[in-house]
């Protein structure tokens, strides 16, 4: 079975810059775009970020962009500094077969990590 594993959320500070990792099983990385998307409560599903298959091309949302880092090795990580009480909400990364920054062109989803930013 496809899975997509995040892990690297918490309660974090503001100010905080924790790493967000995703690690994935039952595909074949290299194939697929990937993107990091979060959802606060009561909130629509919104993208954060996006990187193609070979990671040269990238994309940000303008609520992280200069703040926040996509990138790819063997997995898929979301750096983000200077976090705020607003980027609050559970982020999720996916994989699909576009770079995109819409949620229906991602067909493989994470279970999503917790990310609490305290002030």
């Known amino acids: 079975q496809v899975q997509l594993v995040e892990s690297g959320g918490g309660l974090v500070q503001a100010g905080g810059s924790p790493r967000l990792s995703c690690a994935t099983s039952g595909l074949t990385f290299s194939n697929y775009a990937m993107g990091w998307f979060r959802q606060a409560p009561g909130k629509e599903r919104e993208f954060v970020a996006c990187?193609?298959?070979?990671?040269g091309i990238t994309y940000y949302a303008g609520a992280v962009k200069g703040r926040f880092t996509i990138s790819r090795d063997n997995a898929v990580y979301l750096q983000m500094n200077s976090l705020k009480p607003e980027d609050t909400g559970v982020y999720y990364c996916?994989?699909?077969?576009?770079?995109?920054?819409?949620?229906?062109?991602?067909?493989?989803w994470g279970q999503g990590t917790q990310v609490t930013v305290s002030s």
């Open positions: 990187i193609s298959r070979s990671g």
């Open positions: 996916a994989a699909g077969f576009l770079t995109s920054q819409h949620p229906a062109q991602y067909g493989y």
